[in-house]
C-alpha cells in the first residue's frame, strides 16, 4: 500500500522559511512524477509545484515562483519542498502527490496518491 508523510510545516513569521519533506512508502516512484499542492481554509486545492522523474523538469505556481524549490531524493524516495520569503498568503494545508505517470504534470486529476497534509501557517 503506497503511504505518503509530510512533514516540516509549522508556524512562520512573514519572510521566514520552511522546508517540507515527504516520505514515500510501499513502491519506488524514481520515474513518477511528483507535486506539492496546497489548500487554504474556503478554498479550492491549488498546484505549487511539480517535477519530473529524473528531476530535469519542475514547474511552479506564478504566486511561488522565486521564492519556493520544489526538489527529489529518488533514493530515499522523498520530496521536498524549500518554502523561502514567506508570505501570510501562503497560509494553508500543504499536500505532496504522487503520479502513477511519468513526466511532468500539473493538475489534480493526473496525481493518484496523496499525503494527509502538514499546515503552514504565515504570521503577518
Known amino acids: 500500500q503506497v503511504q505518503l508523510v509530510e512533514s516540516g510545516g509549522g508556524l512562520v513569521q512573514a519572510g521566514g522559511s520552511l522546508r517540507l519533506s515527504c516520505a514515500a512508502s510501499g513502491r519506488t516512484f524514481s520515474l513518477n512524477a511528483i507535486a506539492w499542492f496546497r489548500q487554504a481554509p474556503g478554498k479550492e486545492r491549488e498546484f505549487v509545484a511539480a517535477i519530473s522523474g529524473s528531476g530535469r523538469t519542475s514547474g511552479y505556481a506564478e504566486s511561488v515562483k522565486g521564492r519556493f524549490t520544489i526538489s527529489r531524493d529518488n533514493g530515499k524516495n522523498t520530496l521536498f519542498l524549500q518554502m523561502n520569503s514567506l508570505t501570510p498568503e501562503d497560509t494553508a494545508v500543504y499536500y505532496c502527490?504522487?503520479?502513477?505517470?511519468?513526466?511532468?504534470?500539473?493538475?489534480?486529476?493526473?496525481?493518484?496518491?496523496w499525503g494527509q497534509g502538514t499546515q503552514v501557517t504565515v504570521s503577518s
Open positions: 502527490a504522487v503520479s502513477r505517470r511519468i513526466g511532468y504534470y500539473t493538475r489534480r486529476d493526473e496525481y493518484d496518491y
